[in-house]
């Protein structure tokens, strides 16, 4: 055997450490890149934000490029157990560590954030999102005519809000968004822009979205962090008894799934109409917009458990109005039958998949709070 396959056998051994066998960034299994000045093993989706960062990152392939011996050594003495205790060490427990699924900002903040800015290696180096107050200018959405104006945004962990103003010399806001319904997700998609977030609150039990972006990455991924902080101070207060573990995955919440379906109504004789649904399973919310972009829901239905008279079945009632898509849905609830209509048989699995994880998850008091709510309002 050459040098050159002895040093790729080696390397390929350094796979089987710990912490090296998923993505140094992102977690996803069975990284096939590595950065030789850093000392990590990373993906390839990841390995393509590393080579932004040139004078920081220099990236290989580990099964296509050639490495020499002082570079497998340099791995071999490194890794990402290792260099995670360097650049992880003073990660606070509300930042937003992505995953693989998450849209590129976020990714490529948390790259930068570690390795260009040192920003978990020194405390000073998170004002930004640290500090409880935070404010600035963000694009936001027309609420009807859908163009995206300048808007001056104020985050108060002490007033507990998120406020924003049509100019900013007023002192009056257009509106104040409580901390503690409030949540922040990424959706650039939706919304049409790399760096798109949505807001959500809840304006007299129903949900309100606003959507906004920054130009620059790094702002508007230090707002959604800043939003978490707040979020996490104010669940600190709310359940003085829970654990960083309890809390950290209710500072905000990612869409499990969303998507157009058709719905028809109470008497399943209307005729079914295409929405786009949207479900927010950490709050057992499931709603429907004429456009994904709307202001506010069109209806909600709430999952609640199935112990309680909620049950997802296949397929529609018999009597369904005839006109709609082929594969249906039916959610029960104590109070009436919805009845939806899929285009695929994948989405109809897909959405009965996630609707039943929902049902099965016990309820918590507040949850049962929310529930009364709902059977009043709807
Ligand atoms: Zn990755």
């Known amino acids: 055997m050459g040098d050159k396959e002895v040093n790729k056998k080696e390397l390929l051994q350094l ?26 093993f990373i993906c390839l989706s990841c390995s393509g934000i590393h080579r932004n960062l040139p004078a920081i990152s220099r990236v290989k392939s580990l099964e296509l490029d050639f490495w020499d011996k002082e570079q497998v050594q340099f791995m071999h003495g490194h890794g990402n157990q290792y260099v995670s205790l360097r650049f992880e060490v003073r990660v606070p ?8 699924g998450d849209c590129q900002v ?12 040192n920003e978990f290696i020194l405390q000073a180096n998170q004002e930004a999102y640290s500090t409880g107050y935070r404010e600035g200018n963000l694009w936001k959405r027309g609420r009807d005519n859908g163009h995206f104006q300048k808007r001056k945004f104020v ?3 002490k007033e507990g809000t998120l406020k924003y103003f049509i100019k900013s010399d007023f002192k009056e806001p257009k509106a104040e968004l409580k901390i503690a319904e409030l949540n922040a997700t990424f959706q650039p998609d939706k919304i049409g822009n790399p760096n798109g977030l949505q807001l959500t609150y809840l304006k007299d039990g129903s949900t309100r979205s606003l959507f906004v972006y920054h130009n620059d990455g790094k702002v508007i991924v230090d707002w959604f962090n800043a939003i978490r902080a707040v979020r996490y101070h104010y669940l600190k207060v709310a359940f003085p008894g829970a654990s960083d573990k309890d809390i950290t995955p209710r500072l905000t919440r990612n869409y499990v ?5 058709e719905k028809t109504g109470p008497k399943q004789k209307e005729s079914f109409r295409k929405r786009w649904f949207t479900l927010d399973s950490g709050d057992r919310r ?10 506010f829901a069109k209806g909600e239905i709430f999952l609640g458990n199935v112990d309680h008279g909620y049950s997802i079945q296949e397929g529609f009632p018999a009597g369904t109005a005839s006109q709609h898509f082929a594969y249906g849905i039916t959610i029960i609830t104590p109070e009436r039958k919805y009845v939806l209509a899929c285009e695929t048989d994948n989405e109809q699995a897909a959405w009965i998949t996630e609707f039943r994880k929902v049902i099965v998850r016990p309820m918590s008091p507040q949850e049962y709070s929310v529930e009364a709510n709902f059977r009043r309002r709807h």
């Open 106 to 117: 976020l990714r490529e903040q948390w790259i930068r954030a570690k390795y260009e800015r």
């Open 93 to 100: 427990p509300f930042y937003y560590r992505p995953t693989s």
């Open 15 to 40: 796979l089987q450490m710990p912490g090296n066998g998923e993505c140094a960034d992102c977690g996803k299994p069975g990284p096939e890149w590595a950065s030789y000045t850093l000392g990590i």
């Open 257 to 261: 799934k969303e998507g157009y379906m």
């Open 286 to 295: 499931l709603m429907y917009f004429k456009d994904p972009l709307d202001a």
């Open 155 to 157: 985050l108060s962990e």
